[in-house]
């Protein structure tokens, strides 16, 4: 079926470090989302991207649409403490009405 | 504004029971999507609700079912409940349907025993 595969899985970085992280499947999609679950939490929104080759930043984050609609990439530059939690990339399929797929999702842990 | 609030925070049922959840979406917002989460699926797609619509539902048994009320809350419902419900169900909302800007809730953890 349909599958995105999201990695690393997990990361551990030094507070300053850049991080980046990526999504790829076989199936092509329409919107790519990145959220961000810290514990305890629904996952909160941080990117959400529209068109093939779209670039979008905020704050530290950037976060690019593919150009083959296949993949997507999330970077975080100059990691702070608070970055710390698990990331998933989110899309939805071209040939889906409006159902989103999730990513398994990247554990960024600040290694001490 | 109020966000999307989810009731209760957790759960705990045995095997056999029935477990209905609660969503109350963001004011305004007309769509309702569910999901489940596990450490070894990940977040799985139960179903969206547009309007007290059924708009697209995921792979899940007819165990699974839901519902939209005319004000956009929205109740989920588990019978016959097995080990493997156990997970954090999560409700998102968005203004429209299709519209992707998802704020979804704090979830419900739900044991079942």
């Known amino acids: 079926g349909q599958q995105l595969n999201q990695s690393p899985q997990s990361m551990f970085i030094q507070e300053g470090e850049d991080v980046s992280m990526n999504c790829t499947s076989s199936s092509i999609f329409n919107t790519w989302l990145w959220y961000k679950q810290d514990p305890g939490e629904g996952p909160v929104l941080l990117i959400a991207?529209?068109?093939?080759?779209e670039l979008t930043s905020n704050g530290r984050l950037t976060a690019q649409f593919g150009i083959t609609r296949k993949d997507s990439f999330l970077n975080i530059s100059a990691s702070i403490p608070s970055d710390v939690g698990i990331y998933f990339c989110?899309?939805?399929?071209?040939?889906?009405?409006?159902?989103?797929?999730f990513g398994s999702g990247t554990r960024l842990s600040i290694r001490p | 504004k109020a966000g999307v609030t989810q009731t209760p925070r957790y759960l705990i049922k045995t095997r056999g029971q029935q477990v209905t959840l609660s969503c109350s979406p963001i004011s305004g917002h007309r769509s309702v999507s569910w999901y489940q989460q596990t450490p070894g699926q990940g977040l799985q797609f139960l179903f969206e609700?547009?309007?007290?619509?059924?708009?697209n539902k995921g792979n899940f048994p007819g165990r699974f079912s839901g519902r939209q009320f005319s004000n956009s809350r929205s109740e989920m419902n588990v019978s016959t409940l097995e080990l493997g419900d156990s997970a954090l169900y999560l409700c998102a909302s968005s203004l429209l349907h299709s519209d992707y800007g998802y704020t979804f809730g704090s979830g419900t953890r739900l044991t079942v025993v």
């Open positions: 609700y547009f309007s007290e619509t059924q708009r």
């Open positions: 991207l529209y068109k093939a080759g």
């Open positions: 989110a899309g939805q399929l071209e040939s889906s009405a409006s159902k989103i797929i």
